[in-house]
């Protein structure tokens, strides 16, 4: 927010530097970013500018009067707020839902998006340029002057921090204001000339004929101050923030007014800020209150009331600071102190952020200044911070990832549901449903992310845009489902790797064939990870997977339980990405991972006896139930406790010689013994009892 410092030292009963100010407000919490030099373009005014950082939680410090009083606090005085009363708006027409008086009525249809809307009707103002004052300080804040009536709105927007509007009453239908949801495809040309097309979930301000305003946004331009306006409706409203917030990032429209009222507005100042901005009125454009004001309001707007400890604030700040001048601090916020054993504070309404006990010690330890804190060291060290076991596995799979060539990449948790359309993902899974997000940030990004291919290829894309051929990446990050029952969503943590191009660092006297990545280079790179982890149980099968190609993709099985799927991205969804070359890719469970993983390797002596080597080889019908898994575990199973290794060498096909639909998978087998040297004739016995039981589940053993 821009303050101008000869503004805001009109409030305060202190004469302080500039630089001073500056260091209590940025130690107070209100950060001054830096101080810009103003002078008007005519050059009849001149001063220097504070660029304040306001937080999400303190929307009464985008006022000058907010500033004020934060100031005066931390300067140990008081400040000089204006004090405006007229018997026409301290004594309103007040009606829960609808106010009507002479020429004017109010009606709230939405008492959730608008729970109190005050107007104030006035008549034989005379609409030409402000005066110079005025316009000054309107520029000095950064906001254009436009004229008397509409400045004197603007000036107390930033004076009290109460958005306001006024209407032209005679373009107004019937003098009937209505504060209601938007209908479907209703739409306003808006005071900037540009169309607005509203959705249900937009609040405005309709008269009988249609929307005039989109609350708490802007005002529409058929009802605007014209220089031939007499009468004048001055609305004063207040309006729910996060309805105000969700029509601000519908429509892309940020406003004065939309900032202020997305972070809060004392929901008492509706009748205040008439009064002042009748007051300015009446002095710039002349004129007069018509009749008493409308407060049309759901419902009361009580302080809250907190209790506080004079001896918990002590402890937990490291002070000795007494009951009294406790007190005094929380007095000098604004906040109504009653003293006892404990403390009972009155929060008034523009401090919507002070909730609890904690919140109060917070306001003192701000006014009594963090620098006067004591440093003390924590007692009671029980130990340092470790990482815990899953921790430790992330990184450790990190780490093999890196090893492996990957590098990690990094993506928005949140994606836009039609991310699986572009991935070809299988219509029936549970990914199609992702958490939908009330108030996305992005157009783009509408629901979490229920898995981590997208961002993966979507940074593949981007690199082949660069011209980068050979893309390594690697993410594990948090996956959302949605649960059938009320409540927060299913998290699960996933590991997901994509390729492209050659995992080597050069391809110099290599056959491009060699040189590329292809899916046996992936397979073996997760399969050497879960090796690393310690997981044993785990083999690959045959998967059908619409993302991937029919011929060249995988689930990754542990036990019984798929984990993961692996293979060659299909080439629908590589065009889709643009993407030039073949992509492989991976996505497991981390979670199923690392529940199985081992923390520490665990080592064998070196064998003292040497080892004896067979190979073997089998031909069975191509098929998923006769599988190198299938047919590994059946080896074992028959070689015994000498059998310490079985492994797949050579897969081959030929009609002619072993059959049509047959194939033919030769395995290596290692045999030893951990106390002798094994004989001829143990060896000749195991074999014996392997090629039984491969003949035995249907399978053939080659002996040419």
């Keep these: 927010m821009r303050v101008p410092y000869k503004w805001l030292q009109e409030y305060l009963n202190v004469d302080t530097s500039l630089e001073e100010l500056c260091h209590l407000l940025t130690m107070g919490g209100l950060e001054v970013e830096e101080v810009e030099q103003w002078t008007a373009e005519d050059g009849g005014d001149s001063d220097e500018i504070l660029m304040t950082v306001v937080t999400p939680n303190r929307g009464d410090l985008l006022s000058m009067v907010g500033i004020a009083r934060h100031a005066a606090a931390l300067l140990g005085s008081t400040f000089n707020p204006s004090q405006v009363s007229y018997p026409e708006i301290e004594q309103p027409v007040v009606d829960s839902e609808r106010a009507e008086l002479g020429p004017v009525t109010v009606e709230i249809e939405d008492k959730v998006g608008c729970p109190r809307y005050s107007a104030l009707l006035m008549e034989g103002v005379a609409v030409k340029p402000s005066p110079d004052w005025l316009r000054y300080r309107l520029e000095a804040a950064g906001i254009r002057a436009i004229n008397n009536v509409v400045d004197c709105t603007n000036y107390v927007c930033w004076e009290l921090g109460q958005p306001m509007h006024a209407f032209d009453f005679k ?42 305003a989109l609350a708490g946004v802007m005002g529409g331009a058929d009802t605007q101050i014209r220089d031939l306006t007499t009468t004048v409706l001055l609305e004063s409203a207040h309006f729910d923030p996060t309805t105000i917030r969700r029509t601000s990032l519908h429509l ?48 009361d707007f009580e302080a809250k009331t907190l209790s506080l400890r004079p001896e918990r604030c002590n402890a937990l700040l490291g002070t000795q600071i007494e009951s009294k001048m406790i007190a005094e601090y929380l007095g000098r916020l604004g906040l109504r102190v009653q003293e006892g054993a404990r403390l009972t504070v009155t929060v008034p309404t523009f401090r919507p952020d002070i909730e609890r006990e904690v919140d109060l010690i917070e306001e003192v330890a701000i006014v009594h200044g963090y620098d006067k804190v004591p440093l003390t060291i924590p007692s009671h060290l029980t130990g340092s911070g470790r990482l815990t076991r899953e921790q430790k596995l992330h990184r450790r799979v990190g780490a093999l990832l890196r090893t492996g060539g990957l590098n990690e990449n990094i993506s928005f948790s949140m994606m836009h549901p039609r991310d699986l359309d572009r991935l070809n993902w299988p219509q029936d899974a549970s990914e199609r449903e992702p958490l939908l997000l009330a108030n996305p940030s992005s157009q783009e990004q509408t629901a979490m992310r229920t898995t981590l291919l997208p961002g993966l290829l979507e940074a593949c894309s981007r690199n082949a845009r660069h011209r980068v051929a050979d893309v390594a990446l690697y993410e594990m990050g948090i996956v959302h489902f949605p649960t059938a029952e ?82 060659e991205i299909a080439q629908r969804v590589q065009q889709a990405y643009d993407l030039p070359k073949p992509v492989y890719a991976f996505e497991l469970n981390l979670d199923a991972i690392v529940e199985q993983a081992t923390e520490h390797r665990q080592y064998q002596p070196v064998p003292r ?75 000749e016995e195991a074999m014996e009892q392997i090629h039984g039981r491969l003949e035995q589940i249907g399978g053939q053993v080659r002996t040419e």
């Design 171 to 212: 373009l107004l239908k019937d003098g009937h204001i209505i504060v209601r949801k938007a209908e479907v495809g209703e739409q306003l040309l808006m005071l900037d000339d540009t169309w607005q097309v509203f959705s249900p979930e937009d609040l405005v301000i309709a008269d009988p004929m249609g929307a005039v």
């Design 252 to 299: 892309g429209m940020s406003t004065e007014a939309s900032y202020r009222f997305e972070r809060h507005v004392d929901p008492n100042l509706t009748l205040p800020a008439l009064a002042r901005a009748a007051e300015l009125i009446m002095q710039t454009a002349g004129g007069e209150i018509a009749q008493a004001a409308l407060d049309a309001k759901a419902r």
């Design 486 to 567: 009320p409540g927060l969503p299913t998290e699960q943590q996933q590991v997901a790797g994509i390729m492209m191009g050659s995992p080597l660092t050069t391809q110099w006297n290599l056959p491009p064939e060699q040189a590329e990545v292809d899916f046996y280079y992936l397979k073996g790179l997760v399969e050497q990870v879960c090796q690393e982890l310690g997981l044993t149980k785990f083999h690959f099968a045959r998967a059908d997977h619409s993302a991937f190609q029919a011929d060249r993709c995988a689930r990754l099985i542990f036990g019984e339980q798929p984990i993961g799927v692996l293979g």
């Design 609 to 683: 006896y040497p080892v004896v080597r067979r190979d073997v080889a089998v031909v069975a019908p191509d098929t998923d139930e006769f599988s190198a898994v299938r047919l590994s575990a059946e080896i074992r199973s028959a070689g015994g406790e000498n059998l310490v290794s079985v492994e797949p060498f050579d897969w081959y096909t030929d009609t002619q010689r072993i059959g049509e639909g047959r194939r033919s998978v030769a395995f290596s087998l290692t045999f030893r013994h951990a106390d002798r040297t094994l004989t001829d004739e143990e060896i």
